[in-house]
């Protein structure tokens, strides 16, 4: 079931509606899904296709990563070629060009006299006029590309062979206009090569024979060259097939995951670059035809690097737009459960939601194992604790391979990589986690995805903060650590003694998590009649931002027995606002109202507490845990 997202679906289906009678030519900017990984960018994706594939020319592309040449434009465009190639009823989309381009890259020129080559080529390009020949031509390119990029078109699966031979089989009748006839005409497509919709004055012929040799090159100027080629033969047929096509039709619509591998970002630039050309060059009858193509692609950050942001309101001008995915609202969670069990869905949403912060994958999954084992919604812990059935590994490990998994698609996440997001769980900030890579193996150092992603670390109040679902995992699982130097005091002990001077709750707050609890009590008391109230509060909110997994017993957690002492009183809150606020696993309705109660009754305790000018402030932070539950 699809949920929420729909401000980011309008942004694309208002670029892929037909154009108004007045509006430019120009092309629509590129869209670049931005988020952690199981934020739910694919499944973006997967909904503008099921969206869109019946009324327009669309397909979802993957590049896959395999060995070998990882920069290689060919497969990718091949089988977004093919891809858009079939089309909707009324819609034709053809490729002459890029065909006539493959046929020439594809032969072999060398040790030919020029006079030879040019021979060759055209004898080349009369025999592919006959629907046998180019057919066998297709099919093995199709099946080649297919082979190397995932690709999802209307009405077919993600299948190789028959994937490959219906696309084939849908572009042949395209170019044959229909089934009867055997031989066609390559038309203006071999002359496109000697001005490319660029006022070029070359000859056609000799620029495919150049083509060919300097597709073969390992240079990566000459093989940015011959990727912009390909990509103006590619653009230049979209133009050509949606200018045939009667009244105005929607844009063609290429959605493209995984947008930070190679062979992607290199067709991404490449068409930028080639739109650009064609903008600042002298108009042409070729590329005054309007630029039909919407692209939307994914990226953990790497390839939204200068994007424009969209502002949530519309379309913005610029050549490319980043669209931040966020988490799931609670409204999008409750709706969630609702699919899964509606009698339960609003404490299931509720208890899901308080441990997922809406992160779209992690969701889906809590919701679907609380599905399974209701009794789990009073002991998360468990659910955490229990086995994923599908990777046969721990809940909360296969969550965090979730992250892992989003800041690189070319390689699968491993245990190292989790480890080390584990170790760097315990920084309450982006620039405080720079103390822990030092703990970290390599390749696991500043320049490493794990400490450098923008959406694993994502701004949040002025800094940027771990996801606060990995940063709860990742707690939890280096409180189990057992190594003395990497384990839970390991790792804070490193963090309270690198912190700043002038941090003075930085240095409480890792105190705290070190079991000095009674000793930070103690300070911040002793600050009730010094400080402003807000800015005392403020200060006690900064050392429990972070829970503390290792402390479970209610009893503990309550601060039962300490003296009716405002430091008594600070003690007991150290406890209960932290497992009120930030630890999901507290999750018994009974538990929590008991909770509640205590903090009403300490945050009064310290209102009354002499010397206190301001009381209101503590008054309110009471109020704040009378008031109605819904939060938790």
């Not at 509606?342 to 999954?365: C, I, K, N, P, Q």
């Amino acid at each position: 079931m699809f949920v929420g997202r729909t401000s980011v679906l309008g942004l694309i289906g208002e670029l892929t509606e037909p154009r108004g009678e007045n509006a430019a030519a120009g092309p629509r900017p590129v869209v670049v899904l931005t988020g952690c990984g199981g934020s739910g960018r694919t499944a973006i994706l997967k909904e503008a296709l099921r969206t869109w594939r019946d009324r327009t020319a669309s397909v979802l592309v993957q590049p896959l990563v395999l060995d070998g040449d990882r920069t290689s434009l060919r497969p990718l465009l091949t089988s977004i070629m093919l891809g858009l190639g079939v089309g909707v009823p009324g819609y034709s989309v053809t490729f002459p060009r890029s065909l006539v381009a493959q046929l020439a890259i594809s032969a072999n020129f060398a040790g030919l006299p020029a006079g030879d080559q040019h021979t060759r080529l055209r004898e080349r390009l009369n025999d592919y006029k006959r629907r046998p020949a180019l057919d066998n031509f297709l099919r093995t390119l199709a099946h080649d590309s297919f082979a190397l990029v995932r690709v999802q078109v209307p009405g077919l699966p993600d299948l190789v062979p028959k994937l490959a031979a219906q696309a084939t089989e849908s572009a042949l009748n395209r170019l044959y206009r229909g089934r009867g006839l055997m031989r066609f005409s390559w038309g203006d497509a071999v002359d496109w090569f000697g001005h490319q919709d660029q006022d070029f004055a070359n000859d056609a012929e000799t620029t495919l024979i150049e083509l060919s040799a300097r597709a073969k090159s390992k240079d990566p100027m000459i093989r940015r060259g011959v990727d912009d080629v390909l990509v103006a033969a590619f653009l230049a047929d979209l133009r050509r097939s949606h200018a045939r096509v009667r009244g105005r039709p929607p844009q063609m619509l290429l959605l493209l995951d995984d947008g930070d591998v190679p062979a992607a970002t290199t067709f991404v630039r490449s068409l930028l670059r080639m739109r650009l050309a064609i903008a600042d060059g002298r108009p042409t009858p070729g590329n005054r035809l309007p630029d039909p193509l919407t692209v939307v692609t994914t990226s953990a950050g790497p390839a939204a690097a200068g994007a424009a942001p969209w502002p949530g309101t519309g379309p913005v001008a610029g050549p490319r737009v980043r669209v931040e995915v966020a988490d799931l609202s609670p409204s999008e969670v409750l709706q969630l459960a609702r699919s899964h069990d509606w009698a339960t869905s609003e404490r299931t949403g509720s208890v899901a939601g308080r441990l997922t912060h809406g992160h779209a994958a992690a969701t889906e999954f809590v919701l679907r194992r609380l599905n399974d084992h209701p009794r789990w919604l009073d002991d998360l812990g468990a659910l955490l604790d229990g086995h994923d059935p599908d990777e046969d590994v721990r809940a909360d490990r296969h969550l965090l391979r979730i992250f892992v998994r989003g800041l690189d698609p070319q390689r699968p996440p491993d245990d190292d990589s989790v480890e080390a997001l584990i170790t760097l769980a315990a920084a309450r900030t982006w620039q405080e986690a720079a103390v822990l890579v030092r703990l970290l193996p390599p390749p696991f150092g500043l320049g490493s995805e794990l400490y450098t992603s923008p959406t694993l670390w994502a701004a949040s109040g002025g800094e940027r903060r771990l996801h606060p679902l990995a940063r709860y995992l990742g707690l939890r699982a280096l409180a189990a650590r057992p190594d003395a130097q990497t384990g839970w005091d390991g790792v804070f002990r490193l963090l309270r003694g690198k912190t700043h001077p002038d941090d003075q709750a930085g240095r409480w707050h890792h105190e705290r998590l070190l079991g000095g609890r009674a000793k930070v009590a103690d300070e911040l008391a002793a600050l009730l009649t010094e400080l402003p109230s807000a800015e005392w509060l403020a200060l006690f909110d900064a050392v429990v931002v972070t829970p503390d997994p290792r402390v479970t017993d209610l009893t503990e957690i309550k601060g039962l027995g300490r003296p009716p002492t405002p430091a008594g009183h600070t003690d007991a809150l150290l406890g209960i606002v932290p497992a009120l606020e930030r630890d999901p696993c507290v999750t018994r309705p009974e538990d929590i109202a008991a909770l509640r109660q205590l903090a009403w009754h300490g945050f009064l305790q310290l209102a009354g507490t002499e010397g206190v000018a301001d009381k209101q402030p503590f008054l309110d932070r009471a109020a704040r845990y009378s008031a109605d539950s819904s939060r938790y």
